[in-house]
């Protein structure tokens, strides 16, 4: 089992989202997060003073997920987040040693 963070944009949330039950993703957690990364935030101007904006908003997706559904779920990510400007966000892949249900006690992919 794999385990898939993709920090994105807000405004692809949806498409993401759309993109991952298209290749059969089940279930996925969605947290709302702030961060930088190259483009290490902006400037903004209010009521006549300049600001400037560290963090900026991005939105974290967990999935976990079969390893044969893996290469489906990045390339489903990757298709629907980019923009192909600075910020469109990472993908991390990590494995998942054991998943289990609480409510039925299933474990491992059945689990999932």
Same mark, same amino acid.
């Given at each position: 089992?794999?385990?898939?963070?993709?920090?994105?944009?807000?405004?692809?949330?949806?498409?993401?989202?759309?993109?991952?039950?298209?290749?059969?993703? %089940?279930?996925?957690?969605?947290?709302?997060?702030?961060?930088?990364?190259?483009?290490?935030?902006?400037?903004?101007?209010?009521?006549?003073?300049?600001?400037?904006?560290?963090?900026?908003?991005?939105?974290?997706?967990?999935?976990?997920?079969?390893?044969? %559904?893996?290469?489906?779920?990045?390339?489903?990510?990757?298709?629907?987040?980019?923009?192909?400007?600075?910020?469109?966000?990472?993908?991390?892949?990590?494995?998942?040693?054991?998943?289990?249900?609480?409510?039925?006690?299933?474990?491992?992919?059945?689990?999932?």
């Amino acid at each position: 089992m794999k385990k898939i963070e993709a920090i994105i944009k807000p405004f692809k949330l949806d498409e993401v989202k759309e993109a991952l039950q298209e290749v059969g993703v %089940q279930g996925l957690s969605v947290i709302e997060a702030k961060g930088f990364g190259r483009q290490k935030g902006h400037t903004e101007l209010y009521r006549g003073a300049e600001y400037v904006v560290d963090f900026l908003p991005k939105v974290k997706i967990e999935v976990v997920l079969a390893d044969d %559904q893996l290469d489906g779920a990045i390339e489903a990510i990757i298709g629907a987040a980019r923009t192909e400007k600075i910020g469109d966000g990472k993908i991390f892949v990590s494995t998942i040693e054991q998943a289990i249900r609480i409510r039925t006690g299933e474990a491992g992919a059945e689990a999932l």
